[in-house]
């Protein structure tokens, strides 16, 4: 709050600060990198991040956005009333009771989900406005940059002294580098933070992260870390 003055942007750098799109980009590329065998610890770490991302992010967007006193019950009714954290409960309970659709809804139900974020990232491409960037230009890159590059610089060397190697490291380093949630968008709008903003760290982040992650894995197996 001390850096940012527009209340309406402190809960989106927030969030764009911690939050990314790792179940798809992340749990695919160790998958690539390691094959699926060894992809176990990039799927175990996705049903820790999505809960904890979507609970963080209504917290950070409620606590910060208002600029007044925070009502701890409106923030509790937020986190259990939020689609994406009730789905993720939805699925993790499906999952204990072994439920199983019938083939065709399972087949469709899978191929919707392939879709979503890259519809959602076609969607916000057509909103995307390079006028309206310029504004932010300055505090969307900055937060870019401390996402892509000053957080995964900090947090990586304590991973690798923890004894995080290949397909853990990866995946730990894939939570920082992978860009901002699609959905980070839509729950600013919802919460009536500054979601043009949002949008712009989820366009920049997607784009800034290709050399970064290319960077990173390169210097992991250089070091032979991975």
């Known amino acids: 709050p001390r850096v940012v003055r527009e ?13 990314s799109n790792y179940v798809i980009f992340g749990v695919s590329l160790v998958t690539n990198v390691f094959g699926a065998e060894e992809a176990a610890a990039a799927s ?12 963080l992010a209504v917290i950070a967007l409620t606590v910060f956005t208002g600029g007044g006193k925070v009502s701890l019950k409106k923030t509790l009714k937020s986190i259990a009333t939020n689609p994406l954290i009730i789905a993720a409960l939805l699925g993790v ?3 204990i009771l ?5 083939a065709f809804l399972e087949t469709s139900l899978r191929d919707v989900s392939r879709l979503a974020t890259p519809l959602a990232l076609i969607v916000l491409g057509g909103d995307f406005s390079f006028r309206k960037l310029k504004g ?14 000053v957080i995964p610089l900090v947090f990586l060397p304590i991973a ?18 992978t860009p901002v949630a699609v959905s980070s968008y839509i729950m600013a709008q919802q919460a009536g933070a500054d979601g043009e903003l949002a949008g712009q760290l989820v366009v920049l982040s997607a784009v800034c992260c290709i050399p970064t992650v290319f960077l990173m894995i390169f210097i992991l197996q250089s070091m032979a870390l991975l």
């Open 160 to 177: 690798v002294l923890a004894g995080s190697r290949g397909p853990s490291l990866l995946a730990l380093a894939l939570a920082w580098e």
């Open 136 to 149: 932010n230009m300055r505090i969307a890159g900055v937060t870019v940059f401390i996402k892509l590059v």
């Open 98 to 102: 072994k439920l199983r659709f019938p």
């Open 44 to 55: 175990i770490l996705s049903a820790v991040l999505v809960p904890m991302y979507n609970v």
């Open 93 to 95: 309970f499906a999952s």
């Open 7 to 19: 209340p309406k942007q402190r809960g989106v750098i927030i969030q764009g600060l911690f939050r």
